[in-house]
């Protein structure tokens, strides 16, 4: 399934202005804003944590990455070109699992 198609599928984050995605200690590793271009990482980061009781384990990042669909390929062809999915390629690589923590807009 392509991305474009999947992010349709994945729950709305509208109501987000961002997540922190926090280590075992709490301390903030990543955060995704609700913006041109890392909305859609918000969302496929969130649906994670939705899908896995609001923690990202290596299972769920390896999932995420079929959620990218054809940008996955693109990612592991160039490093760093997509941070986002970067991380996800080394979490599912690895045992730790990360906590999500939503950033409600002003609005919500």
Do not use: C
């Not at 999932?63 to 986002?84: C, I, S, T």
């Amino acid at each position: 399934m392509n991305f474009a198609t999947r992010l349709q599928q994945l729950p709305s984050v509208s109501h987000l202005a961002a997540a922190h995605l926090l280590d075992a200690d709490g301390h903030t590793v990543a955060t995704l804003e609700n913006k041109p271009g890392q909305a859609g990482s918000l969302a496929v980061y969130h649906g994670l944590a939705q899908k896995h009781g609001g923690t990202i384990t290596p299972a769920a990042a390896a999932e995420g990455l079929q959620w990218y669909g054809e940008h996955l390929a693109d990612a592991q062809a160039h490093p760093g070109k997509h941070p986002n999915i970067d991380r996800l390629l080394a979490w599912a690589a690895g045992s730790a699992s990360y906590r999500l923590a939503p950033v409600l807009s002003p609005a919500s």
